[in-house]
């Protein structure tokens, strides 16, 4: 196994690879493909080499090399043909407004839609053949052309199937992260000076056409649906200037920024208390080997200018990286000396007495956690370092120190995890501090970088020559962040309006009003969770009032909650899919039907919170196999 051999020599760089092999295999011998390892392991191959490499990951530090291992595990789960072609991934995205509505910023309410939207995609790790997905998705056609429906699962469209492995819908698929097969390819191209850039050469050599991937990615991040809508649906963004003179870089452009909203909701579910888990890491991976640096040098001067706005600075980091990888440290740092520079980072280093002093440290702190997650996750990947302070590999799954909620549940642990990522990327030794000497090291760290400013150059060539205030700013988080916990509490009170109980639910949603749609004291009402307006249920009003108002109020997504029966009805407008999902009030057994609480004031459950925020802010709704079954596709104007 190639993999194999990278772990053991714990190889940084290409050349390493070759020496690696060189120095194991006999001469001429070749080495299997990385991706048709798991399928040979099934025709005779000794299936110890694929222990043996989880056992090299659980002694590795690289976050590259763990999730190389992984895949080297992959086959075509239809055909589990080894010499069928190079595998994708299958891939689920989806039109997302959580990182808007988690900024809790009230001046952004009537800001473009375009300034709220982004796409998602999520890769479950299951892989097929691009031969084998054309074929299911014929013989799906085919059935539904004939007029049978019901002999598919619901979950079914038009150009999407299930994972056969894992149920999650699938609505694309993504090129899988590869090495070059055997030596005779290495040899007959330029050795790459990293291992990031020798995985995105062979991978990018195996792919027939990565602006498919861009395609889908961009459609999702205007609100369109991945392939024609039957129904004629259009997207919930008007066309920018980029998208109408060149739809190609524009692509390229949507695609960089779901890179950055990638790293930005996966540390917003750990700030919720998830973790960033092994699917995180491979599709933030995927993402970055699959942009072409020749597509990205052609297209530099029409990027630049698309991303010098307010928020897209990161993405003109993502070039530079992307364009430049042997310099990615250098970058690196000096775009976190930059962030540091353009705060208020006063807080940090002279908080001021007080609890008014304390909530603008505390919210600096953990805006800056977020900030320097995305960087640390971007350098870990594209430089592959070894960083053990960093990053532990356990039982085959990666632990990123400061990027763990139990990290973040402790003030002095919010300043140790900032500490910790601020050094590692300013290339600083790292230390091992007591709690009452964190506030000291951090003032002291950061005011070092406010001294000597951000070095001999007053801007960086990537930030297109706008000064840096004008382009960057990290603000500090509106709202106070005191644990997952709370913050759980805090986000299913404001973004969903849901009260304490179950009773003060009841009391806040009841009216003797008349419907405002069909003038009826006693009409079934829904409430949007969203804005908290009451909604109809009549059957010849409902679709259209709750499509709409799912369109305009939600940014394509319908979050309604009948109260009487503690249910939500969720639209996915632009998959045009609905489901059911369990309300978030239940009693000490878990029971959520309004018949088992016998009267009693039931709380907010906190299991059954997390669970909702889990699918909520990584957008999971085609993804985990309980709410696959759930959904329904359909016309969601006439239900």
């Known amino acids: 196994m190639l993999l194999r051999r990278v772990k053991a020599s714990d190889a940084r760089t290409s050349a390493s690879i070759v020496a690696a092999l060189d120095e194991s295999a006999p001469s001429g011998a070749g080495v299997k493909p990385a991706a048709s390892t798991a399928a040979t392991n099934s025709c005779g191959v000794d299936e110890d080499s694929v222990c043996e490499a989880r056992a ?256 897209d600075e990161l993405c003109l980091l993502l070039m530079q990286l992307l364009h430049c990888p042997a310099t990615a440290a250098v970058s690196l740092a000096q775009y976190t000396k930059l962030l540091i520079l353009s705060s208020e980072h006063d807080a940090l280093v002279n908080p001021v007495s007080g609890e008014k002093g304390a909530d603008a440290h505390n919210k600096l702190l953990i805006a800056m956690w977020r900030e320097l997650g995305c960087l640390t996750l971007l350098k870990l990947v594209i430089l592959d370092t070894f960083a053990p302070e960093m990053v532990q590999c356990k039982d085959g799954k990666v632990h990123l120190t400061p990027l763990n909620p139990d990290t973040l549940a402790t003030l002095e642990g919010r300043r140790r995890a900032v500490l910790a990522m601020l050094r590692y990327l300013l290339q600083v030794p790292s230390a091992t501090e007591q709690e009452d000497e964190l506030c000291t090291a951090l003032s002291a760290l950061v005011q070092h970088v406010t001294v000597t400013g951000g070095g001999s150059e007053p801007q960086t060539v990537w930030l297109g020559g706008i000064p840096t205030p004008q382009l960057m700013q990290c603000k500090p988080l509106l709202l106070p962040y005191d644990g997952p916990l709370l913050w759980r509490q805090l986000v299913v009170c404001r973004v969903f309006h849901l009260a304490p109980t179950f009773v003060d639910l009841i009391l806040n949603t009841s009216s003797a009003e008349p419907c405002s749609v069909c003038g009826d004291n006693e009409a079934r009402r829904v409430w949007c969770s969203l804005c908290g307006r009451s909604l109809c249920l009549r ?17 394509g997504i319908g979050i309604y909650l009948h109260p009487e029966s503690n249910v939500f009805l969720v639209l996915l407008t632009v998959q045009e899919r609905h489901l059911h999902y369990r309300g978030l009030y239940a009693d000490k057994y878990g029971q959520t039907s309004v018949r088992e609480f016998h009267g009693r004031n039931v709380p907010l459950n906190d299991t059954a919170v997390k669970a909702w925020l889990s699918l909520w802010i990584r957008s999971r709704w085609g993804v985990q196999s309980t709410v696959v079954r759930k959904l329904e596709l359909g016309d969601l104007r006439h239900l």
């Not at 540390?267 to 597509?295: H, M, N, R």
């Not at 059957?539 to 940014?555: I, K, V």
Request: hydrophobic letters at 40%; glycine letters at 6%; proline letters at 6%.
């Open 56 to 311: 090299m990951t659980a002694s590795s530090s690289s976050v590259m090399a763990a999730v190389l291992s992984r895949l080297a595990e992959a086959e075509c789960c239809m055909c589990r043909n080894p010499s069928a072609g190079p595998l994708m991934l299958f891939a689920n995205t989806i039109t997302s407004d959580t990182l808007y509505r988690l900024r809790f910023d009230a001046s952004e309410r009537d800001a473009p839609m375009a300034l709220k939207l982004n796409a998602q995609i999520h890769l479950c790790g299951h892989a097929g053949h691009k031969t084998c997905v054309a074929k299911m998705i014929d013989r799906i056609n085919l059935i539904l052309e004939r007029g049978s429906p019901l002999t598919v699962p619901s979950s079914f469209g038009l150009r999407s199937f299930s994972c056969p492995l894992c149920n999650m819908v699938c609505t694309g698929l993504c090129p899988m992260p590869t090495l070059a097969a055997n030596a005779e390819e290495r040899a007959s191209s330029a050795s790459p000076a990293s291992l990031f850039e020798g995985v995105r050469s062979d991978t990018l050599k195996t792919t027939e056409d990565v602006l498919t991937l861009y395609r889908l990615l961009a459609r999702a991040a205007v609100g369109a649906p991945s392939s024609s809508s039957p129904s004629g649906m259009g997207a919930l963004v008007s066309p920018s200037g980029l998208q109408r003179l060149d739809p190609g870089a524009w692509a390229l452009a949507e695609t960089l920024r779901t890179i950055r909203s990638q790293m930005c909701v996966a540390l917003e579910w750990v700030k919720a208390g998830g973790e960033v888990q092994y699917s995180e890491l491979l599709t933030l991976l995927s993402l970055l080997v699959c942009i072409d640096p020749k597509l990205l040098a052609a297209n530099a001067a029409k990027l630049t200018a698309e991303f010098q706005r307010k928020g």
């Open 539 to 555: 059957p010849l009003l409902t679709p259209p009032e709750l499509y709409d108002h799912a369109r305009d109020c939600g940014n």
